[in-house]
């Protein structure tokens, strides 16, 4: 019986060529029928992609035979289901590119990498290893959200900063607007998805002066699995594929509030005009009418 998967993974090696890589990868996932999305840099590699669980595990496995993803960080989640062509419903199609920077911050020439990956990072915390930094030192330590901040709507580290940033080119112009310059000698902790953002926003904010820089290593996703709803993290987890959102334990906590009718939720939709990606929590029985967010919805009135 085929058993739908998703696999997140990322790699920070030197790549000379990264079209070719481009290539390799696009006809290796068409050979086993996986859709997802892929970017290839001179940084590396970062992609989701799903189908059949053997299939995504051959994928991984020969992913792996190019010396600079041996490493490779990859996380499995359950996918929805496959169609009868045996395709992934998590994804409408396969796309790989190759682009200046695997996750776009707009400062490619910034960013240095070697064959041990990222050069400069912040120190990689494992779950209990955040766990204890926080037992040890308390309110001192600063969780720093490094994902959108629509994304932090439904769900954040207990008291986590979430910066004003509506894409991840923001980022540096947020940082050095000022606004965070009290802080840059406490110890922030950096989080984001699958840890790939981190990898990046923290060598960004050590040389714009935070001192003490954490980034939690495999995002809030291995931390998901490891505590569940039992620790630091609160609420479901945006993921950017027909899931839209996904809960590490059952009867999760609620944070997200329908932009409509004002109820908890953690459902999240886009807005219905076609040129807007603006992203709302919207709870099921609005959205079953067009929603639109407040400047289309103002064009409308």
């Known amino acids: ?10 790699a920070f090696t030197p790549i000379a060529d990264p079209d070719a890589i481009r290539l390799w990868q696009r006809d290796l996932c068409e050979s086993l029928n996986l859709r ?23 994928y991984l496995r020969k992913t792996k035979e190019y010396p ?25 199609k396969l796309s790989v590119k190759a682009r200046p920077e695997i996750v776009a911050f707009g400062v ?37 959200d490094g994902r959108n901040a629509w994304e932090a709507e439904i769900g954040r580290f207990k008291n986590a900063i979430v910066p004003d940033v509506m894409t991840t080119q923001d980022f540096v112009r947020e940082l050095e ?28 904010m050590k040389a714009r002066g935070f001192k003490e820089v954490y980034q939690i290593d495999g995002g809030i996703v291995r931390y998901g699995e490891a505590r569940g709803n039992q620790g630091l993290w609160e ?16 009867d999760v906590k609620l944070l997200g509030t329908c932009t409509s009718c004002g109820t908890k939720s953690n459902h999240m939709v886009n807005c219905v005009d076609k040129s807007c990606r603006e992203q709302m929590v919207v ?10 967010c407040d400047e289309h919805a103002n064009i409308r009135a």
């Open 1 to 10: 019986m085929a058993v739908p998967k998703v696999l997140l993974y990322y």
């Open 177 to 204: 607007s000022g606004k965070y310059d009290h802080i840059k000698d406490k110890p922030i902790v950096t989080y984001c998805t699958g840890g790939i953002r981190c990898e990046i926003l923290t060598p960004i």
């Open 108 to 144: 490619p020439d910034e960013i240095e990498v070697n064959n041990r990956g990222i050069v400069g990072g912040g120190k990689k915390l494992k779950p209990h290893e955040l766990d204890a930094l926080v037992a040890e030192r308390g309110d001192e330590v600063l969780f720093f």
């Open 283 to 292: 709870c099921e029985e609005c959205a079953a009418k067009p929603v639109y």
């Open 235 to 250: 609420g479901s987890l945006y993921v950017f594929d027909k899931r839209i959102t996904m809960d590490f334990a059952p």
């Open 36 to 58: 997802g999305r892929i970017l290839i840099s001179k940084h590396g590699i970062n992609g989701t992609v799903g189908g059949d669980l053997d299939n995504v595990k051959m």
């Open 68 to 92: 600079g993803f041996k490493k490779m960080d990859a996380k499995w989640s359950d996918g929805t289901g496959l169609d009868e062509n045996g395709l992934s419903l998590d994804f409408p």
